[in-house]
T-cell receptor, first 108, second 115 residues
Framework: GESVGLHLPTLSVQEGDNSIINCAYSNSASDYFIWYKQESGKGPQFIIDIRSNMDKRQGQRVTVLLNKTVKHLSLQIAATQPGDSAVYFCNYGQNFVFGPGTRLSVLP | DTGVSQDPRHKITKRGQNVTFRCDPISEHNRLYWYRQTLGQGPEFLTYFQNEAQLEKSRLLSDRFSAERPKGSFSTLEIQRTEQGDSAMYLC?????????????FGPGTRLTVT
C-alpha cells in the first residue's frame, strides 16, 4: 500500500520569508496532484493542483513544482504570513493518498 | 453555508458500542469520500461513493465498518463494536468529477473517542 508516515516534520520560517514544503510520492501512475492546507480543528482545504503533464504551476503566493523523474512534489509559499501556519499535505494516487504532512510554523 | 457538513462533531462512546456518523456533501457533488485521521498523520482513505454506488473500500475498512449513501446524497458511516483503536477524527469529503480533476472539499470532521 501507499506509505503515510509515522510522525510530522515541522518547518519554522520567519514571517515574510519564503517557505518550501516537500513531498515524495510512490505511485508513478499518479497523474494529478493536489496540495491541501489543514488548520487546527478543521478539515483539509484545497490550495493548488497540478497535472502530471506540467512541471510548474503558480497561484497567488503559491507555486507547485513537480519532478516526475524522482517522484517529488514541492509547494513554495512566497512571503509567508502568520495565517499560513498549518499542516500541509500532498495528495495523489487517484487522490485517495495523502502524504505524511508538514507542519509550517511562522515566527513573528 | 453550502459546504460539507458532518454530524456529530464529537462523539464519546464506550468500547463495544455502535456509533453512526452522518455526512452531508455539497449538493451538486457526485462523489463522497470517508477518511480517518489520527494525530500527526495525514487522512487515511476508507471508502468512496460515486452517486449511490460504493466504488472502492480500503483494507482499513474492517467488517465492523459500513458506509452507505442510499440516495446519492448524504452518507452514513457506522462502526459496530467500537474498539479503543477506532478513536480518531473521521473526515468526509465530496467532489464533482469533471475533466479528471477531483479536488475534494472536506467537512470539519467527527472526533470519536472510545473509552
Amino acid at each position: 500500500g501507499e506509505s503515510v508516515g509515522l510522525h510530522l516534520p515541522t518547518l519554522s520560517v520567519q514571517e515574510g520569508d519564503n517557505s518550501i514544503i516537500n513531498c515524495a510520492y510512490s505511485n508513478s501512475a499518479s497523474d494529478y496532484f493536489i496540495w491541501y492546507k489543514q488548520e487546527s480543528g478543521k478539515g483539509p482545504q484545497f490550495i493548488i493542483d497540478i497535472r502530471s503533464n506540467m512541471d510548474k504551476r503558480q497561484g497567488q503566493r503559491v507555486t507547485v513544482l513537480l519532478n516526475k523523474t524522482v517522484k517529488h512534489l514541492s509547494l513554495q509559499i512566497a512571503a509567508t504570513q502568520p495565517g499560513d501556519s498549518a499542516v500541509y499535505f500532498c495528495n495523489y494516487g487517484q487522490n485517495f493518498v495523502f502524504g505524511p504532512g508538514t507542519r509550517l510554523s511562522v515566527l513573528p | 453555508d453550502t459546504g460539507v457538513s458532518q454530524d456529530p462533531r464529537h462523539k464519546i462512546t464506550k468500547r463495544g458500542q455502535n456509533v453512526t456518523f452522518r455526512c452531508d456533501p455539497i449538493s451538486e457533488h457526485n462523489r463522497l469520500y470517508w477518511y480517518r485521521q489520527t494525530l500527526g498523520q495525514g487522512p487515511e482513505f476508507l471508502t468512496y461513493f460515486q452517486n449511490e454506488a460504493q466504488l472502492e473500500k480500503s483494507r482499513l475498512l474492517s467488517d465492523r465498518f459500513s458506509a452507505e449513501r442510499p440516495k446519492g446524497s448524504f452518507s452514513t458511516l457506522e462502526i459496530q463494536r467500537t474498539e479503543q483503536g477506532d478513536s480518531a477524527m473521521y473526515l468526509c469529503a465530496s467532489s464533482l468529477s469533471r475533466g479528471g480533476k477531483v479536488e475534494q472539499y472536506f467537512g470539519p470532521g467527527t472526533r470519536l473517542t472510545v473509552t
